[in-house]
T-cell receptor, first 114, second 108 residues
């Protein structure tokens, strides 16, 4: 069974440029998460989707970040414009859903903003 | 909110045992997870505890005491490939909150 797929794996951009990350969750997983992980820290939740609905986006900086999951499968996370402090690893995870379910992570996209 | 504490680093010898402690303070509790993360890779699921006690899975075991807000991950018969960061994560309602991770270095 394929795991969570993310692309690109690495991205280097200059500040003020836009950037987008793509995630394909495990087949059948209705819940999708985007996390941000800074070096030496644990992942921090940005947004959680149940199917195509964003049910928790309280930690998403909405002035520059946006996300979508139009058909309840793939998802895209966008930053526009990027700032130096956005340099981090952006992880996507998926799960079957429910309170006690296990989240499975993709390899992440390492973003460097110059 | 959640406050999760775990040691920053631990070093052990190949073949030895290491115990990684995690303490937490949460506004809700629906389970505690341990993940392993090798440098530059995704976190991978190791264990899940929701009831008090010990869960054993091969060389890895995880313990939970809900009354004490405490868990540990026990790694036995350490191998070089076990060198990684180990993340303790607590699930509140639906949100999973992570500790900063414990970097374990296994020496020959």
């Amino acid at each position: 069974e394929a795991g969570v797929v993310q692309s690109p794996r690495y991205k280097i951009i200059e500040k003020k440029q836009p950037v987008a990350f793509w995630c394909n969750p495990i087949s059948g997983h209705n819940t999708l998460y985007w996390y941000l992980q800074n070096l030496g820290q644990g992942p921090e939740l940005l947004i959680r989707y149940e199917n195509e609905e964003a049910v928790d986006d309280s930690q998403l900086p909405k002035d520059r970040f946006s996300a979508e999951r139009l058909k309840g499968v793939d998802s895209t996370l966008k930053i526009q414009p990027a700032e130096l402090g956005d340099s981090a690893v952006y992880l996507c995870a998926s799960s079957l859903g429910g309170r006690a379910d296990t989240q499975y992570f993709g390899p992440g996209t390492r973003l460097t903003v110059l | 909110g959640q406050n999760i504490d775990q040691p920053t680093e631990m070093t052990a010898t190949e073949g030895a045992i290491v115990q990684i402690n995690c303490t937490y303070q949460t506004s809700g509790f629906n389970g505690l997870f341990w993940y392993q993360q090798h440098a530059g890779e995704a976190p991978t699921f190791l264990s899940y505890n929701v009831l008090d006690g010990l869960e054993e899975k091969g060389r890895f075991s995880s313990f939970l005491s809900r009354s004490k807000g405490y868990s540990y991950l026990l790694l036995k018969e350490l191998q070089m490939k076990d060198s990684a960061s180990y993340l303790c994560a607590v699930r509140g309602d639906y949100k999973l909150s992570f500790g900063a991770g414990t970097t374990v270095t296994v020496r020959a």
